[in-house]
Nanobody, 122 residues
């Protein structure tokens, strides 16, 4: 099982970035993919998740309306489009595999990709 996140970088407040996560080594239909982030000095927090087979998506309140998670069947890639970025979005972002999504949150996280750093300047 491999997950690889990329696309981080530096953006100004109000700007946009697009993160991607490629997955391999397992049947995506059986899982959901989730994005988490860890800001400096803070705990890791849920950002967004998508069920691969149905495409049902869920978001943390802090990013709802600004971030959009999507999937591409042809490339086994999940993307996180981040718009209207805020300095508080500065964090290392991780994609991970979840066994299921329940009540809008991913459960059974078992594999993670290496993080990608997003820095938003004010």
């Amino acid at each position: 099982v491999q997950l690889q996140a990329f696309g981080g970088g530096l953006a100004q407040a109000g700007g946009s970035l697009r993160l991607s996560c490629t997955a391999s080594g397992f049947t995506l239909d059986d899982y959901a993919i989730s994005w988490f982030r860890r800001a400096p000095g803070k705990e890791r927090e849920f950002v967004a998740a998508i069920g691969w087979s149905r495409g049902n998506s869920y978001y943390a309140d802090s990013v709802k309306g600004r971030f959009t998670i999507s999937r591409n069947f042809a490339s086994n890639t999940m993307s996180l489009q981040m718009n209207s970025l805020l300095p508080d979005d500065t964090a290392v972002y991780y994609c991970g595999r979840a066994r299921l999504i329940r009540d809008g949150l991913p459960y059974g996280m078992d594999y993670w990709g290496k993080g990608t750093l997003v820095t938003v300047s004010s």
